[in-house]
């Protein structure tokens, strides 16, 4: 991963400007699980810290400007660069780390660069769908799932998909592997924003209701519910929520096994992933340890 650190502070470097170096130094770093999974697939390539810090550019870029887009004032723990710089700043220096990344793309193979560049046209799309869809009550699930693995998923699998092709692995298989791992990890998110606290989030705990989000929970909760309950809970939706309020959701969902439900379907997705790439250790490991955030 020092590999990977450090192909990113070159191509910050690059960039030469000294506002866009001290804005990105705040930036915490984060999990770096697309750049983890690069190098556990592209394990001989030369070319995989570079791959790694492209993706990693981009996924940071789509968080700045996603911070935007949802008025966040936290990001992993401390003030959001829309909080400290304003809007403006965040949308520039995003638009600069995204540009970044493409232009050392064009460096790779066609393929790979496909791969990759066409994930971002997926993943902006699916934060559009997340932005329309959040100002209704959704409770279909599957048009949930579609819109995360726009968002989410379809960074992860073009991760795991390129670094396949740069190593010369069965790029299907581990497509299907980062997919599948992709969406399980957004839904145990989606879980962790309502069972954990704002510390170990780093951001407002209960969240995405509140922004509108009717993540898988809500969705497993409303068809459980009676009508008026339904009702209830859809007059609570994209509102700042009282204790009671928040109390009466939590206690619904422990009611009706909401959480337990989507938690099995992370599972199932985590198990789909584990299968597609049997005999890999280490792309298994970062699926265990993906899986146990959630306890
Ligand atoms: C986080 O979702 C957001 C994403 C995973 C994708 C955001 C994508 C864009 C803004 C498209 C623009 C892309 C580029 C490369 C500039 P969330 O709000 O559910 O998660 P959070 O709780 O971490 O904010
Ligand atoms: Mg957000």
Redesign the pocket.
Known sequence: MQRVEREIARLIQEIDYDVVTHLFEKLQGGKRLRAKLILKIATSSEQAPLLGAIVEL??G???????V??E?TL?RGTPSVNATDGSKTAVML??IL?SKAFSELVLFDREIAKVVSSS?TA??K??MM?VKMSQNFNDDAQIYLDMLYL??AT?IEAAAQGAALLEGKDAQKHALYGKNLGLSF?II?DIL?ITADEATLG?PAM??FV?G?CTLPYIYLYHALNTPEQERLRRLHAKVLDKEETLWIKEKMQEHKSIEKSFALAQKLSNEAMQAVKEDAGLIEILETMIKRSY
């Open positions: 981009v996924h870029a789509s968080l700045l400007h996603d911070d887009i949802d966040a990001r995003g638009d995204y971002v993943l902006s699916g934060e997340d968002k989410t960074l957004q998110d924003d951001k969240n995405d922004e989000k």
